[in-house]
């Protein structure tokens, strides 16, 4: 196989390292788009939440599995690792043991810290149910140090192509045009130092460095920049990670010892009083800083997942309890009589969603114990006194309603999700770009702009038949 072949077969992999690809645009931070960058990055059955509150009435109901905090950055606050007074030496120690149990990439690329908070806070997340490409990310830089995730991230394709395909057009555009125009500086730089002395060189190359740097200070004073970092427990303490901080993830305090219990997973059993352990942690760096545009994501479990099986359990329980009614007392005339007659003419409608017009249509599951919990369930019912049953599909009917609303909920979301992700992707510029051209074709560009319009505003300079012209071309349109 040729060169030629191998770059064309490479090319049909997702998960090719492409040196010479686009760069990362910025993106909004809206747990909308982050749901979406999750679930485009290969993580299933989670989404990503916003919390206004740190305190456990706002947080301890959503068992969040790690957290994302976006911050506005200033020059005091860019760069944990900056050799300025104000920053804390506890950020320049790094920690030797946790490199080989924290897996931390290194942020390369300026505009990439969504999605490398996103990995640094998943990737740990030891319970998580990984698609192939993401898999084989996590396993192929499972042994490389910290840079060279940072390297391998900024390199991967299917990781860029699911961050800039939630990016506005016009934030592509300006990717790649300051690429470009960095590119272009540098290579300027390049050739006027090849062709100066070398004594001139030597001399001028700390100047001219200070000098860029104060430039490049000054360039961006007026532009809003924000910057995520992540908190993730794992191995019974927890880490802030930051892209960022060259020392790698820090150890915010270790989570203490709380009895098990068997009816929680071993995560969730390990995970257990975390957020007390961030919430100090949160509160002095929200603190720390006056008068900083700041927000907080949680990522959570899928709550439409959460929603449906539960509505997929009680519509499985109606028709386990229906059977037995049946065999019971010899059909549904049997024992329609001895519920309430209002339920049993809901009871249809209480089961059925938007996804799942039909009652008795059974839709897909996504829990691992879905299973053993509907056998369950079935081995109640049929141990169930007949004199139970009656309320029994009742109180089934009744929970239904919370749950489908429940349901109709998360629908809603996920509709007004994916309308503001079209909105936010669709490219208005060539539709901006024709709409002007023929403004100005027709002769209308110049009243516009001045703040005039032909039909209602007062009379313009333009001669008589140009204006009847334009009156007429508008009514038209």
């Given amino acids: 196989m040729n060169q030629s072949d191998s770059v064309a077969a490479g090319s049909e992999n ?14 909004e931070s809206d747990p909308g788009l982050f749901t979406m960058l999750v679930r485009k990055l290969g993580f299933q059955h989670l989404e990503v939440t916003e919390i206004y509150d740190i305190e456990p009435w706002a947080v301890d109901h959503l068992d969040p599995i790690g957290l994302i905090f976006c911050y506005l950055c200033t020059d005091d606050t860019m760069l944990p690792d900056a050799d300025e007074d104000d920053i804390e030496s506890e950020y320049d120690i790094p920690d030797p043991d946790i490199e080989d149990t924290v897996w931390f990439a290194h942020q390369l690329s300026d505009d990439a810290c969504a999605t490398q ?57 300006a990717a790649q045009y300051s690429l470009a125009t960095r590119t272009l500086d540098l290579s300027k730089k390049s050739s006027g130092n090849q062709s100066s002395p070398a004594t001139k060189k030597r001399k001028s190359t700390k100047t001219q460095q200070k000098k860029t740097v104060k430039k490049v200070k000054n360039e961006s004073e007026n532009v809003d920049s924000y910057h995520f970092i992540g ?9 802030e990670i930051d892209g960022l901080r060259i020392s790698g993830p820090v ?6 010892q709380i009895p098990s219990s068997s009816s929680l997973p071993n995560s969730k059993q390990s995970r257990r ?14 603190q720390k800083w006056e008068n900083i545009q700041y927000n907080l994501l949680a990522i959570v479990a899928d709550k439409f997942e959460k929603a449906s099986d539960e509505l997929e359990m009680l519509k499985r329980e109606r028709i386990a309890l229906e059977r037995r009614l049946n065999t019971e007392f010899g059909g549904e005339d049997g024992w329609k009589d001895k519920v309430d007659y209002t339920m049993v003419a809901s009871s249809s409608s209480s089961f059925s969603t938007s996804l799942q017009p039909s009652s008795l249509t059974l839709g897909p599951t996504f829990s691992s114990d879905f299973g053993s919990l ?53 490219d208005y510029e060539p539709f901006i770009q024709t709409f002007v051209t023929r403004m100005h074709e027709e002769g209308l560009l110049e009243n516009a702009m001045s703040g005039k319009n032909g039909r209602h505003g007062k009379a313009t300079a333009t001669p008589s038949k140009k204006t009847n012209s334009t009156k007429r071309k508008t009514t038209k349109g």
Avoid at 231 to 239: D, E, I, T
Avoid at 251 to 256: F, L, R, S, Y
Avoid at 414 to 419: A, E, F, G
């Fill in 251 to 256: 150890e915010v305090g270790e989570i203490p």
């Fill in 117 to 173: 908070a996103i990995l640094n806070v998943l990737l740990n997340y030891e319970d998580v149910q990984l698609d192939e490409n993401i898999r084989r990310f996590k396993e192929d830089t499972e042994k490389m140090s910290s840079v060279m995730r940072g390297l391998a991230l900024t390199n991967c394709s299917f990781i860029r192509e699911a961050h800039n395909s939630l990016a506005r057009p016009c934030d592509i555009r």
């Fill in 14 to 27: 997702p998960h090719e390292v492409d040196l010479v690809g686009t760069p990362f645009a910025v993106l």
């Fill in 231 to 239: 908190y993730v427990p794992r191995n019974g303490k927890v880490y």
């Fill in 273 to 286: 009083g975390w957020i007390d352990i961030v919430r100090p942690a949160l509160k002095l760096r929200m």
């Fill in 374 to 426: 509907k056998l369950q369930k079935d081995i109640a019912i049929l141990d169930m006194p007949t004199r139970n049953l009656a309320p029994a599909w009742e109180k089934c009917v009744q929970a239904s309603i919370p749950a489908k609303v429940a349901v109709e909920e998360e629908i809603s979301r996920s509709v007004k999700i994916n309308t503001e992700h079209l909105s936010r992707t669709f």
